[in-house]
C-alpha cells in the first residue's frame, strides 16, 4: 500500500506534537519532514519528545516543499503564517490540511481561489473535533427557530486569535439560515467598551480567556420563557486528531479548498 506523505508544521507545539503521534502512528501515513521556526538542518529526534522519530527539521518553506516531495502539508503554526505556508503548498502541488485558526475572509477566497486553479485539494478547518462539528451543526439547526443567540467560546490563555475561528464559523453558519435581526435593546449602551462582545451580523461572540482551559463553547439561544444551550468542550489536544486523520486521508480526493469538517463528513 502507498503511504500518503506527510509534512507537519509546528511540530514542536501542543497540536504539532499530537500530529507528529497520529502520523507516526498510522499506517499508511509517513511523516517525512517536519516545518519549524528553529533548528533548521537538525532531525526531529534531536527534541525533547521526539527520540524516536528521524526525519529532518527545515525553517524555509519552499526548501521543506521542494525537497520532501510530500502528498499533504499540514499546518499547526500561527495565524501569522500559516496563510503563507497554505499559500506555499498549494503552488507547489502539495495539499494543504489547516488547522491553524485566524485566516481572514479574503485569505480564505484567495486560497480558495488558488486551489481551484492547481485543481488541488485544500482543508482548512478551525475545529477538527468531530462533537464540534456537531455542536455547529445542531446550533444551525435551532437558528431557524431562535433567532436570539449568544456565543460564548472559552480558551486557553495562550490562544493568539479572538474570537475563535470556531465561533466565527459557528456564527457564519447561523447567519446562513437566522433570521437578520440586530439584538439586544435598541438604545443598549456599553459603559464598558467590550461589555456585549463582537458583533456578527447582529449576533454576539464572547471571548473568554483561561488557563486551565482547552477548547470549550457554548451556543446560547433564546426565546421568551424558555433558553436552548448547545455545548462542547475540548479535554485535550487529542481530541482533534480524528479529524486531522479524516481531512489527510480526504484531502487527496478532492479538487478545490474545504472551509470546515462539516463539509467533509456524511
Ligand atoms: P502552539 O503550541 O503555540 O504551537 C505552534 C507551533 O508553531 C510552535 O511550535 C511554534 O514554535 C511553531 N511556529 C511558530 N512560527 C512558525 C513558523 N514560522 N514556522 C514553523 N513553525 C512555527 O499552538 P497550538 O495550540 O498547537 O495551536 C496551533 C494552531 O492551531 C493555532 O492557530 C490554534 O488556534 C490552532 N488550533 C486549531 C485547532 C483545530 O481543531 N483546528 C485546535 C486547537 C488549536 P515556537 O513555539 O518556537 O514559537
Do not use: W
Request: charged share 20%; hydrophobic share 40%; aromatic share 6%.
Amino acid at each position: 500500500m502507498k503511504k500518503i506523505k506527510v509534512i507537519i508544521a509546528g511540530a514542536r507545539g501542543r497540536m504539532g506534537r499530537e500530529a507528529v503521534k497520529l502520523v507516526h502512528e498510522t499506517e499508511n501515513f509517513e511523516l517525512v519532514s517536519v516545518l519549524d521556526i528553529k533548528y533548521d538542518g537538525k532531525s526531529l529526534s534531536d527534541i525533547e519528545g521526539f527520540s524516536h522519530i528521524d526525519v529532518p527539521i527545515y525553517t524555509d518553506a519552499l526548501s521543506c516543499i521542494h525537497n520532501s516531495q510530500a502528498d499533504v502539508f499540514v499546518d499547526l503554526t500561527t495565524p501569522a503564517v500559516g496563510y503563507f505556508h497554505t499559500k506555499m503548498a498549494l503552488e507547489n502541488g502539495v495539499r494543504p490540511v489547516v488547522g491553524t485558526t485566524g485566516f481572514t475572509m479574503e485569505q480564505l477566497a484567495e486560497l480558495k481561489h488558488l486551489a481551484n486553479e492547481k485543481k488541488i485539494g485544500c482543508i482548512i478547518a478551525p475545529n477538527f473535533a468531530i462533537g464540534a462539528v456537531l455542536m455547529m451543526k445542531f446550533a444551525q439547526m435551532a437558528a431557524k427557530y431562535f433567532s436570539d443567540v449568544e456565543i460564548i467560546e472559552m480558551h486557553h490563555d495562550q490562544k493568539l486569535d479572538a474570537p475563535s475561528g470556531t465561533a466565527v464559523k459557528t456564527a457564519e453558519m447561523i447567519a446562513a439560515v437566522r433570521e437578520q435581526k440586530q439584538q439586544g435593546h435598541p438604545d443598549e449602551e456599553e459603559t464598558l467598551a467590550g461589555a456585549r462582545g463582537a458583533d456578527y451580523n447582529g449576533m454576539h461572540i464572547h471571548s473568554v480567556r483561561l488557563p486551565g482551559l482547552v477548547a470549550h463553547q457554548k451556543v446560547l439561544f433564546g426565546l421568551p420563557g424558555q433558553t436552548l444551550t448547545i455545548r462542547h468542550d475540548s479535554f485535550n489536544r487529542a481530541s482533534f486528531m480524528s479529524g486531522v486523520k479524516i481531512s489527510i486521508e480526504t484531502v487527496l480526493h478532492l479538487d478545490t479548498l474545504v472551509y470546515g469538517l462539516e463539509n467533509i463528513l456524511d
